[in-house]
Every structure is written in structure tokens, then in C-alpha cells.
């Protein structure tokens, strides 16, 4: 089993307690959920149809802000999967530390992956992958210095999957786009349903129709295809949660200041801090039933998402005092 957060079953075969007294703080996905709406009979009854498909792509495609072509997927994990095997194994680099997935799903595919600690590194690569803004140290690359490195590679990835709430980050804010371009959006994350496995490959639409090959007849379910396309036509939930979420860093930053942990970096959905121990940190915080996410490649870094509920913020606070 690779190395992620959202493990909090170990967490609670450990640490104890009720179960639903947990508060899961290790994945940075959004736990002030998109409400979600009654769903049709047909959605769970009945294979989607390609209309309903093209309503959801419809609205991914005004949501993100993107002309070009669009396929859902079962998540940005699942085009973490597949895009590797779309291409020609050969030399992929990764801007590390980053999502672990990446580098894992290449080299399953034959590639042979090189982490690389600079953008400008990745220069030369028969595919490259960049996570913008990054997991799990926030750090962030403007969309004019991607386009000009997707000229120096063969192939270039872009995790957009934390860039829901920076949209000047996100490449579709751009006018022209490479055809080797592929940008990969989590809907799960921003949304907080990430049960739904939903998220979308933004490229080419002769790359769009061959990961479609490969991608099966159905690659998403009816329910994520009709939530999905509520939830991104919603602009008014989406705008009031970004308004929400970069009020809150600054309450969670505070908390961490007070117990001595440094600030490293982070996003609107969860914030990386550097301690004096993060093992002994994380197992204070499960003590009180929090789970966060710690890394073996670091003895000081811990990364929090951030509460949900008026609950959940003050046992943070109390397990942080």
C-alpha cells in the first residue's frame, strides 16, 4: 500500500474511539460539502446517457472556463492511471515531493521516472508532471511559465486537482494551449464529495478520443454525471466557499503559530507545517481523534486540512492549545 492520507480506519484501529467522533484532517478535501441534491431514479437504475454526459461536460467546461475538449473521468486518479499508458513509455520527471501517485503510475507503466526538484529540470522529458498548485507544499507556478516549458518536453501533465479556488493558477486561463497539453481537475476535492469519483481530462480532442478508447463506454456513474453538473453550474456556493476557505487558513495558520509549528506552504484546502517532530505531532492530534497526514521523506512536516463544522474547529483548537 502506497503512502496517502485518508487512512483513518488504521488511525481508529490505533488510536481508539467512536468512529464518528473522528475528524479527518489528512486528505484537503473540502469537509463543508457541495449539499448534496436529490438524485433521479434513472441515475442509479439506468446506464448514463451520452446527452446526460454532454451536460455534465457542458458545465465542466463553463465552470473551469475551457473552449477545448473535456472527458470525465473517475476521478483525477483515474487519468493518473491511464495517461501514462496512452503514450509511449520513455523518460518522465516529476516536480517532487509532490503527489505520490504519479510517479508510482508511471513507472507500473514502464516509464522511467526521474524526480526533479526545479521547473526548469523537467526541460528534455519525453512526459513531465507538475502539480500547480502543488501537493502538499502549496507551491505554485504562473500559467505563462507552464505553456513555455511544454514547448521544451514531449508530453506535459497538470495537476490543476487543489486549483479550484486559484483560478488565475489554471492554465485554462490562457488563451492558446499546446496539443500536448494534458490539465487534470479533481471535482471531489473543492466539492467535498469525493465518494462521487468525478474529475476531468482537459486536452486536445484527438487525445480526448483516444483516453476515451481506453476509458471505457462509462467511465462515470449517472449520480457523479447529474451532481456533478449541479455542483459546477453553482457559482454562488462555489464563490461563497472560496471567500469561506481563505478566511479560514488564516484561523488554522493562527492555531499553528501558537504551538510553535512554521508554515511551509499550503492551499485553500489544507496547510503544511513544519514541527519539531511530526510523529510525535500527529499522534497528539489522534490522542484527540484528529487524523492528519505526516511523510516518510520528512521528520517535521505535518499537513492539516481544514475542519468543517463550529465542532470541529473548536476541538482543533482545544487539541492545539
Keep these: 500500500m502506497r503512502d496517502h492520507g485518508g487512512n ?15 475528524i479527518d484532517l489528512s486528505t484537503g ?4 460539502p457541495y449539499p448534496m441534491p436529490a438524485v433521479s431514479p434513472a441515475a442509479s437504475q ?42 509511449t513509455p520513455g523518460n518522465a520527471r516529476i516536480l517532487a515531493p509532490t503527489y ?35 501537493n502538499p507544499d502549496g507551491q505554485s507556478f504562473a500559467p505563462s511559465d507552464l505553456i513555455a516549458l511544454a514547448d521544451q518536453i514531449g508530453h506535459l501533465v497538470v495537476d490543476e486537482s487543489f486549483a479550484d479556488p486559484r483560478p488565475d493558477l489554471s492554465l485554462t486561463s490562457v488563451d492558446t494551449h499546446p496539443e500536448n497539453l494534458y490539465i487534470l481537475r479533481s471535482f471531489g476535492k473543492f466539492y467535498g464529495l469525493a465518494g462521487l469519483r468525478l474529475g476531468f481530462v482537459l486536452c486536445s480532442a484527438a487525445n480526448v478520443v483516444k483516453l476515451a478508447e481506453i476509458s471505457g463506454p462509462w467511465p462515470v456513474s ?34 499553528a503559530k501558537g504551538k510553535g509549528w512554521a508554515l511551509v506552504g499550503g492551499t485553500e484546502l489544507f496547510r503544511l507545517y513544519k514541527t519539531p517532530n511530526a510523529k ?13 497526514r505526516i ?15 463550529q465542532d470541529e474547529w473548536a476541538r482543533l483548537q482545544e487539541a492545539m492549545a
Design 222 to 255: 449517472g449520480v457523479a454525471i447529474e451532481v456533478g453538473q449541479k455542483a459546477l453550474s453553482d457559482d454562488v456556493w462555489a464563490q461563497e466557499t472560496i471567500t469561506r476557505l481563505r478566511a479560514e487558513t488564516g484561523e488554522i495558520d493562527g492555531m
Design 100 to 134: 505520490n501517485e504519479h510517479a508510482a503510475c508511471l513507472l507500473a507503466a514502464g516509464w522511467q521516472v526521474e524526480e526533479v526538484a526545479t521547473l526548469r529540470d523537467l526541460a528534455g522529458a519525453d512526459l513531465a508532471v507538475v502539480v500547480n498548485p502543488n
Design 8 to 22: 483513518i480506519d488504521w488511525a481508529m484501529a490505533h488510536f481508539g474511539g467512536d468512529p464518528s467522533r473522528w
Design 280 to 292: 510525535e505531532a500527529q499522534e497528539h492530534l489522534a490522542r484527540h481523534h484528529i487524523w492528519s
Design 29 to 32: 478535501i473540502n469537509r463543508v
Design 46 to 87: 439506468a446506464l448514463p446517457t451520452r446527452a446526460s454526459i454532454e451536460a455534465l461536460i457542458a458545465a465542466a467546461a463553463r465552470a473551469y472556463r475551457w473552449s477545448g475538449s473535456i472527458l470525465p473521468m473517475a476521478g483525477a486518479q483515474a487519468a493518473i492511471q491511464l495517461l501514462p499508458r496512452l503514450i
Design 295 to 309: 511523510f516518510p521523506w520528512s521528520p517535521s512536516f505535518i499537513r492539516l486540512g481544514l475542519p468543517g463544522s
